[in-house]
């Protein structure tokens, strides 16, 4: 009998018979681009005609994926927003800008999280040019407004731990007035393509658009220049600059602590010791993952959560509760110098 005449299985002989389409479709001329619409075409770059169409099973898994997070993330989002603006002792100007945060990421989720499902399971774009401009504009603007708000709450922070009493507090004014420039200072960079300044346009698998970072013009490759810079590393750098200093600001304050327990005869203390360490590893932590973070749960939102939420937060033990308002208060006051 003939090896060719063995019977593969009825498993095999399925996964065959689906990829047999695609496996042909990779080794002809067909590319990515070939599903776009007939009115998107003038929209994508000649760059991706050299990719092959993406494979079905990953479109559906991507779409997944994407509608998941996106519900996991208007959830949390819209959880934080609801907390934070009806709960009276959570109405101050820092958590304003939480506030902000929190309503630019539930925004760009629920701007593009449904659009890029649906576009994932038709493998291309398939809401027209308008839309396709509009949704990279919304991932623009809601991507810059997040970033900053983040750079101003860790001024805030700076300005409270590192600066301390010498520092002076900020009002609701206060607070309104950044997050108004925020949405300005973003509303400028993100409509600027619609006046030639650069052009939002499909990209990658063609289920998204974005902006043109592959023309070679002078006048797009100097928009995606000055934008980085202004949109990504300086508020990076910003970011970086802050929590450098207000990590160094609480490590000299412990140190001045655990010194002045040790002149109390109080070193040999080990839960002492321990909350020192913890309060500066706690810190650390947060200081490193902000950039990813969608906000930072203080005790006062915890209790807030806890209350409106009971299923969804876990009530500490006693002792974690009085190291957690240890931590809070060594965090308001001054650091050593």
């Not at 929590?243 to 140190?255: C, G, L, N, P, R």
Request: glycine residues 6%; proline residues 5%.
């Amino acid at each position: 009998m003939s090896l060719l005449s063995l019977d593969v299985g009825p498993g095999v002989a399925a996964l065959q018979s689906w990829a047999g389409p695609h496996a042909l479709a990779l080794g002809s001329n067909v590319t990515v681009v070939d599903k776009v619409l007939p009115d998107m075409l003038h929209m994508v770059d000649p760059h991706w005609y050299q990719f092959p169409p993406m494979n079905p099973l990953w479109h559906g898994l991507l779409g997944f994926v994407i509608g998941v997070l996106g519900f996991i993330s208007m959830t949390g989002n819209g959880m934080v927003i609801y907390i934070f603006t009806t709960t009276k002792n959570l109405k101050t100007p820092s958590n304003l800008l939480v506030v902000n945060l929190a309503f630019s990421d539930f925004c760009m989720m629920a701007a593009m999280s449904p659009a890029m499902v649906i576009n994932c399971y038709n493998e291309t774009w398939v809401f027209g040019p308008l839309a396709c401009e509009l949704y990279g504009c919304a991932g623009s603007l809601f991507g810059c407004a997040s970033i900053w708000s983040m750079t101003m709450i860790a001024f805030d922070r700076y300005n409270v731990i590192v600066r301390g009493i010498a520092a002076k507090p900020m009002t609701n004014n206060g607070a309104l007035l950044r997050i108004a420039f925020i949405w300005l200072f973003c509303l400028a960079w993100t409509v600027a393509p619609f006046f030639g300044w650069n052009r939002y346009v499909p990209e990658g698998n063609m289920t998204a658009c974005g902006t043109d970072y592959l023309n070679k013009d002078w006048l797009s490759r100097s928009y995606i220049l000055v934008y980085s810079v202004f949109v990504y590393f300086l508020p990076l750098a910003l970011i970086v600059y802050s929590y450098f200093y207000i990590v160094q600001a609480v490590s000299a304050h412990e140190k001045a602590m655990r010194e002045q327990a040790k002149k109390m005869n109080v070193a040999s203390l080990r839960s002492s010791e321990a909350a020192n360490t913890s309060a500066e590893c706690k810190l650390a932590k947060v200081a490193l993952m902000t950039i990813s973070l969608w906000f930072m749960a203080h005790p006062r939102y915890r209790a807030a959560l806890y209350k409106r939420f009971p299923a969804l937060s876990c009530q500490a033990s006693p002792d974690e509760a009085v190291s957690v308002a240890s931590d809070s208060t060594t965090v308001s006051e001054k650091p050593a110098a």
